[in-house]
């Protein structure tokens, strides 16, 4: 298990040093003097060159990144040029709308998701299965953002029966929050609910081929059981593996919905962050998401190797 | 359909003139053979009902893309006396809050729109052939490529666009650049795990043995069996760049206005969201009905390009549902081993790709 650890962990350290050049480099995306794009035509040349001095512009590259990096991994994510606050505090500010979001979106795609999923495996072939199959490939076809538009229209200003914006904590009490947030939650959770659907389909339908199930079915057990304790034990493996990889999308997701809803999250701070092109703020969130995204992913590798020991031994060095 | 989507063809075509002196390929045989293969094809798409559908919607908005704003007036005419009209007569999809024409903007935003999902399908393609293609070819080169590749699936796709277009600034050009770094490892990796195939081949062993120069190997042999799932992923490319390009503009981030892209024109209709229904809704039926149509296409291709799918019929559906139910059980294979191994991947397309992938291993016409 240590071994199989570490391994799985050495194997974060390429994909990190990727994703923070990455994140690094954004900087040097800017055509012409980053310092001056970013302060606007207004900027007098002592601000933009203050500005260049403070961002470590003038050093030589190799410097720049160490710094920044270093910076980085303790939580420094360097100060957002328009609000004048540090990065950090801005994201952790902005941070709890969409986390809230998006946990809502995943739980109610998991709701639906996973028992339609199981249904189209059971039907396989028939109406149902087919209905269930064009049913995902419409929530894939329609982008969240647009989805939550639509919602909006129909539930909010042609029907009336919910808020078409803002943004209420848990702490204001449960029905009021669910009724702000019904509708990004639906928004975002769709697209959601459709892939799980199809993933857990392919995983129940993997493990009806299996032995074991003609075992069971051999020895007289009921469908139910057979089922629910070896078919849905077996295939809940990848179904968990898709809800934890998609947890990243999930939050990207999330900002681009509350943008739709005006909730105060990640989303509104990138949208203001690229109309300023304060590029420190976007750099901060872009790095946020990607490294909790990779940590995310170890984490679940590590839940299914618990799960499933057969991984540690055979699944290793894929 | 033209020969760039039967990968057959081209093959042939490919090997067709340069083939006289190649004694492993088959040329002459490959060649005659080809006629009779592309009406197969054709024959099969046509019985492809939904593939079929998707494939006249889009050409549908191809064509109002090319041909409506011939017939439209102009998308950026600003009638200050006509704001908010809802549809009539002389507006069919109604004004907006400028009192330029709905209709005329969203005829305009198909152009756009198809016009960068078209461009970022065609980059993201050449660069994840040549990309895909070395990787599998050269070990140094895979290490190095992919771990690249590795890193920048870890950023959820349109955030990276975003972040990418905050730095390059609002610009169409600038949506295709960031769309074809965001893109281009899916392609990437879906040709280099047909190339890694390919490559096991004894035809491409026998090429090595001839003395066959590197870039000819790679270009003239194994490049035409990697373009059929290629393809297919190219599709579902063109599907995801048109909903991001609509998700920047909507954000603010992607084609920057006057000029209408569905997004941007999504995002002018919300602010006035109570009073014009119109603004919303036909911009945003036109997003749903390309993506679908583009779905329905690539997953048709998927199963036409596929060796294993075998047309309809009594035996044939059951031949199918079996091809399919093998295609299904491998699909999950891989996913348990994408786990195994740190893929980081975004989901839909890690689960196309592993339909595919499993379906579209053994190479065409060998």
Partial sequence: MAGYLLQRALALVPVLAVVSVVTFGLIYFMPGDAAATMLGPEATQEQIEALRESLGLNDPIWVQFWSWLTAAVTGDLGTSIFMNRPVTEVLMDALGPTIHLAIQAQLLAIIIGVPAGILAARKQGTGTDQTVMVGALMGISVPSFLLGLFLMLLFGVILGWLPVAGYRPIEDGIGESLQYLALPTIALGAMQAALIARMTRTAMLDTFSKNYMKTAKAKGLKDRVSLYKHALRNASLPIITTIGQTLGTLVAGAAVVETVFNIPGIGQLIVNSVERRDVVVIQGVVLMIAVSYVLINFLVDILYSVLDPRVRFTGGDS | ?366
């Fill in chain 2, 1 to 366: 359909m033209s020969t760039e989507n039967d990968p057959r063809a081209g093959a042939a075509g490919a090997s067709g003139p340069a083939g006289k002196d190649d004694i492993t390929v088959g040329s002459l045989n490959r060649f005659n053979k080809t006629r009779s293969r592309r009406s197969k094809f054709l024959r099969r798409f046509a019985a492809h009902k939904l593939a079929i559908t998707g494939g006249t919607i889009l050409t549908f908005v191809a064509l109002v893309a090319i041909f409506g704003p011939m017939l439209t007036g102009s998308p950026t005419a600003v009638d200050a006396a006509n704001r908010l009209q809802g549809p009539s007569a002389d507006h069919w999809f109604g004004t907006d809050n400028y009192g330029r024409d709905v209709l005329a903007r969203v005829v305009e935003g198909a152009r756009v729109s198809l016009l960068v999902g078209a461009i970022t399908a065609l980059l993201t393609s050449i660069f994840g052939l040549a990309i895909g293609l070395y990787a599998a070819y050269n070990r140094v080169a895979d290490a190095i490529l992919m771990r690249i590749s590795d890193g920048l699936m870890a950023f959820p796709g349109i955030l990276l666009a975003i972040a990418i277009m905050a730095a390059l600034g609002q610009h169409s050009t600038n949506v295709v650049i960031a769309l074809t770094i965001v893109f281009t490892p899916y392609v990437a990796r879906i040709v280099r795990s047909s190339a890694l195939v390919v490559k096991e081949q004894t035809f491409i062993e026998a090429l090595h043995a001839q003395g066959a120069s590197r870039s000819r190997i790679i270009w003239i042999n194994m490049a035409p069996n990697v373009l059929s799932p290629m393809i297919v992923q190219a599709t579902f490319v063109f599907a995801d760049s048109i909903i991001t390009e609509a998700a920047l503009s909507f954000l603010g981030a992607g084609v920057p206005p006057p000029a209408p892209s569905w997004g941007n024109m999504l995002l002018d209709g919300k602010t006035v969201i109570y009073n014009a229904w119109w603004m919303t809704l036909f911009p945003g039926l036109f997003i749903m009905a390309t993506i679908l149509a583009i779905n329905l296409l690539g997953d048709g291709l998927r199963d036409l390009l596929d060796p294993t799918y075998k047309g309809k019929g009594a035996t044939g559906r059951k031949k199918r549902k079996a091809a399919k139910k093998a295609a299904e059980a491998a699909a999950a294979q891989r996913e348990k081993e994408a786990v195994g191994g740190t893929q980081p991947v975004v989901p839909a397309q890690a689960t196309r790709a592993a339909e595919f992938e499993t379906t579209s291993r053994r190479p065409e016409g060998q």
